[in-house]
């Protein structure tokens, strides 16, 4: 199997931390295409990376469709809990970071960047970006403690959302953005314990400084 990925996508990232922890065989590969051009969007029909390219040809695009998969096929189900609440709590980690952080919060911001605009511009995206998490930080409240389970896929698919919160804050005047969430810190120095989680974070931390030059 084929896992394309760029190294500065919070979404390939995800996969490429469940690679690692569970040390699958998978060659990982940047794809030959450029972005978002008509030859990318004919190798891969969604537009998008990551792709999984399995043995006999066919892909599975989408990081929580590719996670979910390889823990099934090829972990024995071991990064996710056997009991349904559990699992509907951990897919709760991937639809925050999916659907309320990156777009609410963290889009924005990335808008921004590419316009060159700094602190000043930013009020109501850095608003933006505390209104969900604060929304992660009362998640995380009603949620059993993380502390008394293992690592999970909803964790690798958040941990690297939460990254970019650290890489973006500084930009625009927030040199410590999770500071005033507790629990959402605490959550995120717990999950870069884990030596895949932090090795494929380091990784992309890499990747995105070289991409903006810093």
């Known amino acids: 199997m084929k896992l394309y990925s760029l190294a500065h996508s919070p979404y390939a990232t995800r996969v490429r931390t ?8 998978i060659e990982i590969c ?31 695009p989408d990081s929580w469709v590719i996670m979910e998969y390889l823990n099934e096929t090829a972990c024995g189900g071991s990064n996710s809990p056997e009991n349904p609440l559990e699992r ?4 709760m980690f991937a639809r925050y970071a999916d659907t309320y952080l990156s777009p609410g919060g963290l889009f924005g911001l990335f808008k921004l960047v590419g316009q060159g605009g700094g602190a000043h511009s930013a009020e109501e995206e850095l608003a933006a970006l505390h209104a969900e998490l604060a929304r992660l930080e009362r998640i995380l409240t009603v949620l059993p403690d993380f502390r008394e389970r293992a690592i999970h896929l909803g964790d690798m698919a958040l941990v690297p959302h939460m990254d970019f919160v650290l890489l973006l804050g500084p930009l625009f005047g927030e040199p410590a953005p999770l500071s ?6 605490g959550w995120f120095n717990w999950a870069k314990e884990d030596p895949a989680v932090a090795g494929s ?5 890499d990747a995105v400084a070289k991409l903006f030059g810093s």
Do not use: N
């Open 18 to 25: 469940l690679i690692a922890k569970a040390a699958l065989d």
């Open 30 to 60: 940047h794809p030959e295409e450029a972005l978002r051009t008509p030859e990318f969007v004919d190798h891969f029909p969604m537009g998008k990376i990551p792709v999984l390219e399995l043995a006999d040809g066919s892909q599975l």
């Open 88 to 91: 509907a709590q951990m897919q």
């Open 180 to 185: 005033k969430y507790p629990m959402s810190e």
């Open 201 to 205: 974070s380091s990784e992309m931390c």
